[in-house]
């Protein structure tokens, strides 16, 4: 426990310097309150409101302004009520008058709702090691928004960062969640290798398949903002890397903790013994696994998949699309990843345990 508290200790000290610094903020955004709706009207489905708006941040803070919203955006069906906080933007007409118009909702109360709760239920079940696991995250959080994100925000290489940035989270997400012991050098280890291969493997298929990376309107947009600095096919693979990192750390102290707990269990065991039986339960490990990681892609893509289930061309030329490809990409290379972490980290724990 002091060692892991000594150890979060010098990590808030090393990262200081990054949560010193302000973040910047757009002055012609503003938060406000819709108190009265002034004029409600629907013309062919399509609604117009005039809406009075108590504008509650920025250089307007406590004025009463009044916004129009719906006849600019056909696409957008939104009906705005009494009480809804929204978020407001500052633009200019051709005769330099302010207009506002409303950008989006305020939605940090329900988001800071469902972290509450997701909070307390890991203090409440995982006690002392959910605590640790809550700090290893917020670390994480760090290091990817004012470390690896900044940097390839700059131009740098995404996949050297993202390597760079892995090897840093691994013991901070280990360490701090599950102490310092064999158990858990054993896995970081092994997520180490089991990630190495997932990024080379990642890199032989994305440069073969000749993925781009300009599937997606963010890195069109990111393009067209910095000019071409930002490598589209390296962020692609630094999206792969550091999303396998997550799935690696639950496998691989998993799988390390079952040849420590076998071995407990039977400490005569031979080696041979203990890594066919260690691995019997890492194959279970690795179908539940494998199922997980494919439905929360495939959750994540259903817009994109329901658009090609309705298309009239065969399933050969669809799947050979960019986008879809990618994302293929994505599943079986985090997938073999997986199913490599299993016999690497049942290995090496089989082999420091005998020590």
């Not at 808030?12 to 302000?22: A, I, N, T, Y």
């Not at 504008?55 to 302004?65: A, D, E, H, I, Y």
């Not at 009044?66 to 009480?83: A, H, N, W």
């Not at 050969?316 to 490599?340: M, P, T």
Request: hydrophobic share 55%; charged share 15%.
């Amino acid at each position: 426990m002091k060692k892991r508290l000594l150890f979060l200790l010098f990590l808030f000290c090393l990262f200081f310097g990054f949560f010193s610094k302000p973040l910047a903020q757009e002055e012609t955004l503003m938060e406000g309150e819709i108190i009265e709706i002034l004029v409600e009207e629907d013309h062919l489905e399509q609604i117009y409101q005039q809406v009075l708006v108590l504008v509650k941040t920025g250089r307007f803070v406590n004025q009463k302004v009044t916004v129009e919203t719906g006849f600019y955006d056909p696409l957008s069906g939104q009906r705005f009520k009494t009480g809804d906080k929204i978020i407001l933007a500052l633009s200019s007409d051709m005769e330099g008058n302010n207009v506002f118009y409303i950008a989006d909702y305020v939605r940090r109360p329900s988001l800071l709702l469902l972290a509450a709760i997701f909070v307390l239920l890991v203090l409440f079940i995982g006690r002392t090691r959910g605590f640790f696991s809550l700090i290893g995250l917020v670390l994480s959080f760090v290091v990817i928004m004012f470390l690896v994100l900044p940097l390839i925000n700059q131009g740098g290489n995404p996949v050297l960062i993202s390597v760079l940035a892995s090897v840093l989270m691994v013991p901070l997400l280990f360490y701090s969640a599950h102490g310092f012991n064999r158990k858990t050098t054993v896995a970081a280890a092994s997520t180490i290798i089991a990630l190495t291969l997932t990024g080379v493997l990642a890199r032989t298929f994305v440069v073969w398949a000749n993925i781009s990376g300009l599937s997606s309107e963010e890195m069109g947009f990111l393009q067209i903002s910095h000019q071409g600095l930002i490598n589209p096919q390296g962020l692609v693979l630094a999206g792969i890397i550091i999303g396998a990192l997550g799935v690696l750390d639950d496998v691989t102290i998993s799988q390390s903790a079952v040849v420590e707990k076998l071995k407990k269990v039977n400490p005569k065991i031979n080696p041979k013994r203990l890594f066919k039986e260690s691995l019997s339960v890492g194959q279970d490990h690795i179908a539940s696994m494998v199922n997980t990681l494919v439905l929360v892609y495939a959750g994540a893509s259903l817009p994109l998949l329901l658009l090609f289930i309705n298309s009239t061309q065969k399933i050969s030329l669809v799947v050979n699309y960019e986008i879809v490809a990618e994302e293929l990409i994505r599943i079986l290379v985090g997938s073999i990843g997986l199913i490599a972490a299993v016999p690497i980290t049942t290995f090496l724990a089989v082999v420091f345990v005998r020590k």
